[in-house]
């Protein structure tokens, strides 16, 4: 199946009072480049979200933003230096007996005082997490990958329909290449008797120099590996595998490119390199599009 690698995906899960909420962005890259931004306090689960990524997606830079928000009635405690504001109090105390001051010492007074009160956050139970953030990195990943796959059959629409316009300018130039031979006997043969006007034509020598030529502009090799490339083309675009198909394409494209160059170098006719700089366009066109294909 063909995937772009250009995609976007969000998913949300709650329980408990904690909620995570994921997103997900990729676009094209050579490799499988992932950054994951997330909370602090969470930051022990990055490796086990690189995981996962990493089994659903094997090509794209990857962007992943992680929010965590806790609500829960066991998120944070608050704890009381009891030994701390016993001494707060005592000293206060002293103040209020050597100068005389007014007796206005009170809850509020104390709790105002520096590391009296401190808020703590319990430790997370990373299993409970882990479950509630791979509910939500599953539900980004899909939609992820949903619209990699629709993007990806709009792709692989357009590449077909290039294919199957560079397979019948192939199929032109398979019919012009045997017409190329006839036509330069016919010139040279016409041209000997110019030179020799009207004289007898050696025969032999006539088909050995047409024969050299035929040698030289030979394509049929060229054109059966041309032909083969694009049913593996095809093939490959059809093919319902899960497995990534970005490089084998490239390499499919490069070697359509090598057979059509040595094609227009050999070909010596005006008809068969204007085919050539027509597929040549197509291919181009073709690489440029299978870039983003996982």
Same mark, same amino acid.
């Given at each position: 199946?063909?995937?772009?690698?250009?995609?976007?995906?969000?998913?949300?899960?709650?329980?408990?009072?904690?909620?995570?909420?994921?997103?997900?962005k990729t676009v094209n890259h050579r490799y499988c480049d992932i950054y994951i931004k997330l909370p602090r306090q969470i930051s022990f689960l990055e490796d086990k979200v690189r995981e996962v990524i990493g089994k659903s997606?094997?090509?794209?830079?990857?962007?992943?933003?992680?929010?965590?928000?806790?609500?829960?009635?066991?998120?944070?405690?608050?704890?009381?230096?009891?030994?701390?504001?016993?001494?707060?109090?005592?000293?206060?105390?002293?103040?209020?007996?050597?100068?005389?001051? *007014?007796?206005?010492?009170?809850?509020?007074?104390?709790?105002?005082?520096?590391? &009296?009160?401190?808020?703590?956050?319990?430790?997370?139970?990373?299993?409970?997490?882990?479950?509630?953030?791979?509910?939500?990195?599953?539900?980004a990943l899909d939609s992820l990958i949903s619209m990699r796959e629709t993007e990806g059959e709009g792709l692989k629409n357009d590449l077909l329909e290039r294919t199957d316009?560079?397979?019948?300018?192939?199929?032109?130039?398979?019919?012009?290449?045997?017409?190329?031979?006839?036509?330069y006997k016919c010139k040279l043969e016409n041209r000997i008797k110019e030179i020799l006007e009207q004289q007898v034509i050696d025969e032999n020598r006539l088909a050995m120099e047409v024969a050299i030529f035929?040698?030289?502009?030979? &394509?049929?090799?060229?054109?059966v590996r041309l032909e083969s490339h694009i049913n593996q083309l095809r093939q490959t675009l059809n093919s319902d595998s899960d497995t990534p198909v970005g490089r084998k394409l490239d390499f499919l494209i490069q070697e359509m490119n090598r057979e059509i160059?040595?094609?227009?170098? *050999?070909?010596?006719?005006?008809?068969?390199?204007?085919?050539?700089?027509?597929i040549k366009s197509e291919l181009e066109k073709i690489r440029e599009q299978i870039q983003n294909i996982e």
């Open positions: 199946m063909i995937r772009s690698m250009t995609g976007f995906g969000r998913g949300r899960a709650q329980a408990d009072g904690r909620e995570f909420l994921v997103e997900i997606i094997s090509r794209g830079k990857v962007d992943v933003f992680i929010n965590y928000e806790d609500f829960s009635e066991d998120s944070k405690n608050i704890l009381i230096d009891e030994g701390l504001a016993k001494t707060y109090i005592k000293s206060v105390e002293y103040l209020r007996d050597k100068y005389g001051l *007014k007796d206005d010492i009170s809850v509020s007074l104390i709790a105002k005082f520096p590391d &009296i009160l401190k808020v703590e956050k319990p430790e997370e139970d990373e299993e409970k997490i882990w479950n509630l953030l791979y509910e939500a990195l599953s539900h316009a560079i397979e019948k300018v192939v199929q032109e130039i398979s019919i012009r290449a045997p017409e190329v031979v006839k036509e035929a040698d030289r502009c030979n &394509i049929d090799e060229e054109l160059n040595t094609i227009g170098s *050999k070909a010596n006719d005006l008809s068969i390199t204007q085919n050539v700089v027509e």
